[in-house]
């Protein structure tokens, strides 16, 4: 296990700084000038220039990568270009509302889709089961841009019982979050409903009923404890895809998270920002996966690593 | 007959007038000022350093945080704000008198040397944004404690429009300015309160504000709502009081929610397509002359922009120093076709790069002009790349027409010619070169209105002979505001400053 977990962390690092090289080579090799970006349209080209050269995109590639290398190992991810400040605080002023909206879908998500694949597969074939998938079909094929978009203009504006955007309390978590929370939700309830229904015919199942224990625990206890090593896979994965930030679904309610400040960073060619973003999220990614495979072990204890 | 009861509520009501007139006038105007305007930008507010951005959104948040030099109406008249007055001494030197009795936010008094700080400031830290425009700066002297004396290294006539964008600064910010803009005060008619980044920022009123009266109300909140769509959900559900930047086609959905009214005004802004004057098209005065006579302006401004756009009669719009009336440009397809026919061109292909989704309609309009041109003869290519892509594209040199316009921001054209019309300028632009016109510029750049008005009126004669450009329409700026707001102006410049604005 010691081993496993060793040789585990040196591939996240050496995936780590492969990573960095890439985004950090893309960025300088797409076309487009920060400089530009910056400056009004009007400027002149020498303060084009010389706004390149306070930036230091004037040195060569390698050179700028060592400095960039040299000023994160000491926790300095460089200033953002557009901001003016330093893009790490950039970055991390935006994580709030990120883990607010991403942990408030994996709730919905969780809860939601795990309880429509259980009816769906304890009730298979009732009308329980079409509706559950109906609303997983719905789920996964309405696109995130119509739903919010509806969903404001239903709760928002026309019953105004929700706020149309905006990052404040509770209440303006719960449009984002349910549209953000759709396509996934359904994944899972698919998921958990094939997989159930696999574990529902073993034999052990069969047992068990046998022996005179309760549907309840046959389903709860036997059966969703076999069915959750699908289900975490894919929830790890989403987990990770949500704290990277959740383009459309933020742009539509103004939500100030990391998915719209990355694309926006990406159009303005602020090096720094996307930088950081794709650094910080590749980061969540690795250690997200090695604890879900860690975590297959504590699950299901017949899978063993070493 | 009933006898009038006098309740609870109505007695307390009279007793609250009664103390009200006893505590005088500073009760009265403390009265004046209430509620809370909240107003949905369409760009995010990126820095509160008023010298380190050209972003019209910032400008609308930081001008009631900090009060620059001058003011510019919106009929275009500069007036004052911190400086009484202002002069040109001679064609470099410009004098600026200085109002007495104005506070920062944290109490220090105004004076030449806040002047002399922010305007060196500007000049000599090129890492700023609007370093560039200060370059020409020579000298600021301070001559007492309430004049300020500027020289320029050549006639800078539109130094006080350029004034008119650059907030006034404490000199105590020296040395501190990380702390100082993480929570900075101006002499404007609002304190800041908070920033949350992305989100909103939150002002309160200045109540010692050295205009009387203002501002009306108490707090303004301004939220940074960038999609269209959503500002205006937010305006429709009355979260919000005030929407910037609405385009043509969701005014009539705007215009049916009850309590909503939508205001349009001529904006500063002329759509000017360019051509690569170094490339065959381009270099072709014929070629440019075919296509201006092929593009059905009045078209586009009915049936894509509904209305929402002026005819063009000139490069500058009205109202700014320079404008002149020199006609609509025709529009006539078949004298197109003879042009093109006599200098022997069969067949021809425009590249028309457009910077994507940053002009209302532009795809619509690109591709209707691509079916303008392409009845005389002229295939049309569009190129629909990201902002950056396609300034890169521009820089080299690739493209034949490019989709652009012009906001004429301090209120002035000297900007628009100086970059556009210069060799040095235009060099990495349009390519555009001539010394007639260059003469006419720098000459244009005197203090003197009269001379710029003339020298300016010379140039655009030049230039809508020559046709280096398409100027296919003046733009509308359009803004919807809750009829709750009350002396809301919609400005030409697509500022929104609320502090003479008063809500029910």
Redesign the interface.
């Known amino acids: 296990m010691r081993s496993y977990l060793v040789t585990r962390i040196w591939q996240s690092a050496v995936t780590l700084v492969g990573v960095s090289i890439l985004v950090f080579v893309i960025l300088r090799v797409?076309?487009?000038?920060p400089a530009?970006?910056?400056?009004?349209?009007?400027?002149?080209?020498?303060?084009v220039d010389?706004?390149n050269r306070?930036l230091g995109l004037r040195e060569p590639l390698w050179v700028q990568y060592g400095i960039f290398l040299r000023s994160v190992v000491r926790g300095d991810f460089g200033q953002s270009f557009?901001?003016?400040?330093p893009a790490l605080r950039?970055v991390v002023?935006?994580v709030p509302?990120t883990i607010q909206l991403a942990l408030t879908a994996m709730a919905l998500t969780v809860l939601v889709g795990v309880s429509i694949g259980i009816v769906a597969a304890v009730r298979q074939g009732s009308a329980y089961d079409y509706a559950g998938t109906v609303l997983a079909v719905l789920g996964q094929s309405l696109p995130n841009f119509w739903l919010g978009?509806m969903l404001?203009?239903l709760f928002?504006?026309t019953l105004?019982w929700l706020?149309?955007?905006?990052?404040?309390g509770w209440q303006s978590l719960v449009l984002p979050s349910v549209t953000l929370a759709a396509f996934p939700t359904a994944l899972v309830a698919r998921l958990t409903r094939s997989s159930l229904l696999e574990i529902l015919g073993q034999e052990y199942i069969r047992t068990g009923r046998a022996k005179g224990l309760g549907e309840p625990r046959v389903v709860l206890r036997h059966a969703l404890k076999n069915a959750t090593i699908p289900l975490l896979t894919v929830l790890g994965l989403q987990i990770g895809t949500l704290l990277g930030g959740a383009v459309i679904t933020e742009?539509?309610?103004?939500w100030?998270g990391m998915g719209?400040?990355v694309v926006?960073a990406i159009?303005?060619?602020d090096f720094p920002v996307v930088q950081t973003i794709l650094i910080l999220s590749a980061t969540i990614f690795v250690v997200i996966n090695l604890l879900v495979d860690l975590l297959y072990t504590v699950i299901d204890p017949r899978i063993r690593y070493g | 007959m009933e006898k009038p009861r006098l309740s609870r509520r109505r007695f307390l009501l009279g007793s609250g007038a009664v103390l009200g007139v006893a505590a005088g006038p500073r009760a009265a105007r403390a009265q004046a000022r209430r509620g809370h305007i909240i107003a949905g930008l369409s760009e995010r507010m990126l820095t509160l350093d008023p010298a380190n951005h050209y972003s019209i959104s910032s400008t609308s948040v930081l001008r009631h945080v900090y009060d620059p030099l001058l003011d510019v109406t919106n009929d275009d008249k500069f007036v004052p704000a911190l400086a009484e007055s202002w002069k040109p001494v001679n064609n470099t030197t410009w004098r600026f008198t200085l109002r007495k009795g104005v506070r920062f936010h944290d109490g220090t008094p105004f004076t030449a040397d806040s002047v002399l700080f922010t305007l060196k400031r500007v000049r000599d830290n090129t890492k700023l944004i609007k370093s560039f425009v200060y370059q020409d700066l020579e000298d600021v002297r301070k001559d007492d404690d309430y004049t300020v004396t500027v020289t320029t290294k050549r006639p800078f006539g539109s130094l006080p429009a350029h004034l008119t964008m650059l907030g006034m600064l404490p000199p105590g910010a020296a040395g501190n300015e990380d702390a100082f803009f993480g929570k900075p005060v101006g002499t404007g008619p609002f304190r800041f309160v908070s920033w949350t980044h992305g989100d909103h920022v939150d002002l309160e009123a200045n109540a010692k504000y050295w205009k009387p009266a203002l501002p009306k109300v108490e707090k303004l909140t301004v939220r940074f709502i960038p999609e269209l769509s959503t500002r205006a959900a937010a305006l429709r559900a009355a979260e919000i009081h005030v929407i910037d930047r609405v385009w043509p086609d969701m005014v009539s959905t705007l215009r049916a929610t009850p309590g909503i009214k939508v205001l349009d005004t001529p904006a500063v802004e002329a759509q000017r397509w360019h051509f690569q004057l170094a490339r065959e098209a381009g270099k072709d005065p014929r070629i440019r002359k075919a296509v201006s006579l092929a593009i059905d302006r009045n078209t586009i401004i009915k049936e894509l922009l509904l209305g929402y756009a002026r005819p063009v009669v000139s490069p500058i719009p009205p109202g700014l120093i320079g404008h002149t009336n020199l006609g609509q440009k025709p529009y006539d397809p078949d004298k197109a076709r003879a042009i093109l026919k006599q200098a022997g061109y069969q067949t021809l292909t425009l590249d028309f790069v457009l910077m994507k989704d940053l002009y209302p309609k532009q795809l619509e309009i690109a591709q209707a002009v691509a079916a303008m041109l392409s009845e005389v003869g002229i295939k049309v290519s569009i190129r629909n790349l990201e902002i950056a892509t396609a300034r890169e594209q521009r820089t080299a040199g690739n493209y034949d027409l490019f989709f652009s316009g012009w906001a004429h921001m301090p209120h002035d054209p000297d900007w628009y010619f100086g970059q556009w019309f210069t060799r040095a300028g235009a060099e990495k632009l349009t390519r555009f070169s001539d010394p007639r016109v260059e003469q006419l510029i720098a000459e244009g750049r005197v203090p003197d209105p009269k001379v710029r008005q003339q020298k300016y009126e010379e140039i655009e004669k030049i230039l809508w002979e020559e046709e280096p450009e398409i100027w296919p329409y003046y733009s509308v700026a359009i803004y919807a505001i809750s009829d709750k707001l009350r002396n809301f102006e919609a400005r030409r410049d697509y500022y929104v400053l609320l502090h003479e604005v008063g809500i029910a």
């Open positions: 797409v076309p487009g000038d530009k970006m910056l400056l009004p349209e009007g400027a002149p080209q020498s303060a010389e706004l306070h557009q901001y003016r400040s950039v002023e935006r509302a978009i404001m203009l928002g504006v105004r706020p149309t955007s905006g990052f404040h742009s539509i309610f103004a100030p719209k400040l926006d159009f303005f060619r």
